[in-house]
């Protein structure tokens, strides 16, 4: 993997589910899928983040869920997410 694309998140799955759906479409459309990583940290949400991910777990582009236990504040969820990537570069979407 050469990017992940970091996603912190807190009660927005609609325009998370747009996101993604955007976002794995481009990675599949441009073969990317080895390349490419998306990691989402919801922040304790309370609306259906967490069913949106897991929705995208399954498909061929590399997606990884976190949650938070309690919401921890946008920055401490940024550097949480920011701590879980691997790879030499990262882009942020939030």
Known sequence: MKLSILIPTYNRCNDLRKNL?????YIK????ESEVCICVSDNASTDDTSLVVQSFCDSNVSVAYYCQQ???GYCNNL???LSKATTDWVMLLG
Do not use: S
């Open 21 to 25: 759906e955007l976002l794995c479409k």
């Open 29 to 32: 459309d441009d073969q990317l």
């Open 70 to 72: 309690q919401n921890v």
């Open 79 to 81: 550097l949480y997410v």
